[in-house]
């Protein structure tokens, strides 16, 4: 393997030296406050805010500082302050001011109602400031907390970035300026983004008109670099939408003109009453919690009402969760290039760069359908131990029903499945038929008993045991009014009876129906152009595949485990060379996830459980030595065992989507008893062949998946480790903490004619270890992007083209990214772990596309996703 020097990958990372970590104020309370913080009142009811979260938006509110309050019920062990309640701000605090401040908090609590405990106990203490680098823990050299540090580290940085506007492009008036928020991002406040659209309403068949506003948010996320020897701050920008109506809306954005220099976060609450029309609209939009009336009563003057219309910009703007809206997702690639040169100019500091590494990731040279293909079908039912496969295709309109199984007959090359009658079943290959059914009254929304139509239909029933049966159902959102009047979602009560009869199944909407299949695309428009300058006949447009249809079919028969030879072609690439696999294996994806179930009123609050999935797919070996013409079994870990995939995946969908015990509180022994089930299901595979753990990082449970704990022997598979095996572990990530991709300089690609257009990056594997350890990032643009949708690489918004502007509404893309570091290698060397978690997301396991994680841990990651009670968490029901 080797290391090009002339081409490197330039990110939105940027060490951090003591110049740039600056110096806060820290006011550590006394021993006795956790006691008297624990006899508060808890709160209460759906929209009651956490005492935490409560007084920090009252004091940040108050003093328009970024201030951080510790949990006194979780101090942190280690720093100067170890064991204590902190403040935490980034300039000096009146201790009159904080006093007055806890004491209206507090005679507000409900049930608590003019008590006075809390602020009698705050001392007077000398609060600083004190240089941050001091406060900074050091193990062996290993940068280790305090854990809040590196919370508040982002602080000089985002203040240094707010003093200096942003230059975008000389054609503007000027450059971009930010505020800070209370949060610590910075926003684009004053230089709003706006646009117009227009649209007919389904619903009432009226045509609507909408402005939507939106600014830039850059969030500056800093931790230790993976080996933990320096700080790196992760500098990530998207768009802030401002919400146009107040449904679903839980916050809001706030600039007080008493501190207009920092933004304010705080929760609201919206009542509503039926209007003239007869649907709802909002009555009155109040804060949570008791904010206003603290900040009233400190002598800072009243908060700004929050509007119940939403048509003007004020100084209250909601945020925007879902639905529709004017200005779509994503800054783009310019932008982010522009932020990178921005912010080194500002930090006087160059950020992180990743060198070009041989590593190759290619994909397999024959062109995969986006499932598995008629000739391939066999060998993988066999592969999945499945005797038989029926998919049932459900539909109540006839335009759904004629898309699907258009798109499928073309695929399949089987002119007889779009004109397929229902009840009617066709074989598209040895061992797998599909029948049509026009079922409405199973698949509409409502309160029928969906159960006795699934049970009198014979087409749900298996033959044998090995047999398997799917579902391909058309499904529409809820309107608004089907919300408010609590009517039964279909696709929600069928995928638990589905997953009760062990029936995977998967959802279509008519609302992803691409359209006239003939449209041109960016690559159609860019080929008529040449050929008109060239005095050429345009070119004929191709016919447009549905990809949501092709996708929906490819992740129903990948959920099955009925997956082809794909994923060995790419991982043993001939482009893959002396970094592939030489000795079978078992790859393992470990996915863990944090579920908030979502507060019912007049029910007690359930606590917050880990979900826990795994995947493994066994890499076998050919008699050369090579792979690419397998077929990789696929289980998954159940409360019976290692089953097929889709066997487990039904147990698990009619379970808990947690099980008793698996948490993160350590003084209930939930990260142990995590780490136990974890180990069990490892011990259950084979010692037969290694094992390669792939997972991202849950350094509650695991610290050894830390970057500022790398080498520590706390990671998934310890006890087997320490027994022997063979096992390795991989982190992967592509979240806030994983470095982003701004542009790429050198290397062999075409340039754009635009010296300002960011290069994307090439397809192999980057390395740096800037933080002592190993860090391999595999780059990429895309689908969208390399489709021909280049608008965000071009531009940014503030800067398209009169004709253009529409692309408002269009999400604008930037590079992918992923980053892998090794914290256990076992018997492989770095490369090869890297480059098979590359290979394999690069190619999907039914797909023609990518996904963000290695095949097996996407798989552990789908299955808790599709769990029935998914929804029913915080946030994510609305």
């Not at 609060?127 to 580290?153: C, H, K, M, N, T």
């Not at 701050?233 to 449904?247: D, E």
């Not at 948490?663 to 069990?680: I, S």
């Not at 635009?754 to 002592?772: A, C, D, F, R, T």
């Amino acid at each position: 393997m080797n290391v090009d020097s002339g081409q490197s990958l330039f990110t939105l990372s940027f060490p951090m030296d003591e110049r740039l970590l600056g110096e806060v104020h820290v006011y550590p309370l006394p021993e006795q406050f956790p006691s008297a913080w624990n006899r508060l009142p808890k709160p209460q009811g759906k929209d009651a805010m956490q005492p935490i979260a409560s007084l920090q938006t009252a004091a940040r509110a108050v003093t328009g500082e970024r201030l951080v309050f510790t949990d006194p019920n979780r101090p942190s062990f280690t720093g100067p302050w170890a064991r204590r309640t902190l403040l935490i701000t980034p300039g000096p605090l009146d201790p009159l001011v904080l006093g007055n401040l806890v004491r209206e908090w507090e005679a507000r609590i409900p049930g608590h109602e003019r008590r006075d405990t809390l602020a009698p106990m705050l001392e007077p203490q000398d609060g600083g400031p004190y240089a941050l680098s001091e406060v900074l823990q050091r193990d062996q050299g290993r940068i280790i907390g305090p854990y809040w540090a590196f919370r508040v580290a982002g602080w000089k940085l985002a203040n240094l970035l707010a003093a200096q506007p942003m230059h975008i492009d000389d054609q503007l008036p000027g450059p971009l300026p930010f505020l800070l928020d209370s949060e610590g991002d910075l926003l684009a406040w004053e230089s709003p983004l706006t646009h117009e659209k227009t649209w007919v309403d389904e619903e009432s068949g009226k045509r609507k008109r909408i402005v939507g506003y939106a600014m830039e948010r850059i969030h500056i996320e800093v931790e230790p670099a993976p080996g933990g020897r320096v700080l790196v701050a992760h500098l990530s920008a998207r768009i802030s939408r401002v919400a146009n109506h107040w449904k679903g809306i839980r916050n809001v954005l706030v600039r007080h003109s008493v501190n207009p220099g920092v933004v304010l976060k705080a929760a609201i609450r919206t009542r509503w009453e039926k209007g003239p029309d007869g649907f709802m609209q909002a009555k009155a939009v109040e804060y949570v919690g008791a904010t206003a009336q603290i900040v009233e009563a400190c002598g800072v003057g009243r908060l700004p009402e929050p509007p119940t219309d939403l048509d003007v910009l004020s100084d209250v703007r909601g945020v925007h969760r879902t639905g529709r809206h004017p200005i779509d997702k994503g800054v783009g690639a310019m932008f982010l290039a522009k932020l990178e040169d921005h912010a080194t100019r500002v930090f006087e500091q160059p950020p992180v760069t990743y060198d070009a590494t041989s590593i190759r990731i290619s994909k397999p040279t024959t062109d995969f359908l986006p499932y598995v293909p008629a000739d391939k079908i066999a060998p993988a039912l066999e592969n999945a131990d499945i005797g038989a496969l029926r998919t049932v295709v459900l539909y109540e309109s006839p335009e759904w029903k004629k898309r699907v199984l258009g798109q499928l007959a073309r695929d399949y090359a089987l002119p007889a499945l779009a004109e397929l009658e229902d009840e009617v079943p066709l074989q598209v290959a040895p061992g797998f038929e599909l029948v049509a059914m026009h079922l409405p009254e199973l698949i509409c929304h409502g309160d029928q008993d969906r159960g006795l139509i699934l049970n009198s239909l014979p087409w749900f029933k298996r033959s044998t045991e090995r047999d398997l049966v799917t579902a391909l159902c058309e499904t529409r959102y809820l309107t608004d009014q089907e919300k408010e009047n609590k009517v039964t979602d279909a696709k929600h009560a069928l995928k638990v009876l589905f997953a009760e009869r062990g029936i995977p199944s998967q959802f279509i909407t008519m609302d992803s129906d691409p359209g006239d299949p003939y449209r041109l695309n960016m690559r159609d428009r860019v080929e008529r152009s040449k050929a008109r300058k060239a005095g050429l006949p345009e070119p004929a447009v191709d016919y447009k595949d549905d990809n949501a249809v092709q996708i929906a079919l490819g992740s129903l028969q990948s959920d099955s485990g009925i997956i082809d030879n794909r994923l060995a072609a790419a991982a043993f690439h001939r482009n893959a060379k002396d970094t592939a696999l030489d000795r079978e294996a078992v790859a393992v994806g470990l996915w863990t996830r944090l579920h908030r179930f979502e507060q019912v009123n007049g029910r007690p609050k359930r606590a917050a459980v880990l979900a826990v999935t795994l995947v493994a797919m066994r890499i076998p070996l050919g008699e050369d030595k090579v792979g690419e013409d397998k077929y990789w079994p696929t289980l998954m870990y159940s409360d019976q065992g290692w089953l097929r995939l889709a066997r487990a995946r039904a147990l698990h969908h009619t379970g808990p989507i947690g099980k008793k015990g698996h948490h993160l509180r350590k003084e209930q022994q939930g990260p142990a008893a995590v780490c136990d089930y974890v180990d069990r299901a490892l011990a259950a595979l084979t010692q037969r062949y290694p094992i390669i753990v792939f997972t991202e990082q849950r350094k509650g449970i695991w610290p050894g998946l830390s970057n500022e704990r790398l080498g520590d022997p706390r990671i998934p598979g310890q006890r087997l480790i320490a027994q022997g095996w063979d096992l390795s572990v991989v982190r992967v990530g592509n979240g806030q903490g994983t470095p982003q991709p701004s542009r790429r300089t050198g290397g062999a690609g075409k340039l754009p004619k635009n010296p300002e257009q960011p290069v994307m990056p090439e397809k192999i594997l980057y390395l740096s270890s800037h933080g002592g350890a190993n860090s391999w990032l595999f780059a990429g643009q895309s689908r969208q992007h390399a489709g021909g949708q280049r608008t965000g690489t071009q531009h940014t918004r503030r800067t398209l083209p009169t004709g253009q502007l529409a692309q408002m509404s269009a999400p604008f893309h930037g590079m992918t990214r992923s980053e892998y570091v090794v914290a256990h290698p076992g018997s492989w060397r770095e490369e090869q772990l890297a480059g098979l978690a590359a290979r394999i997301s690069e190619q999907a396991a039914m797909w023609d596309g990518r996904t963000n994680l290695p095949a097996p841990l996407h798989l552990a990651k789908s299955a808790d996703e599709k769990h029935p009670a998914f929804m029913d968490q915080e946030g994510l029901n609305d």
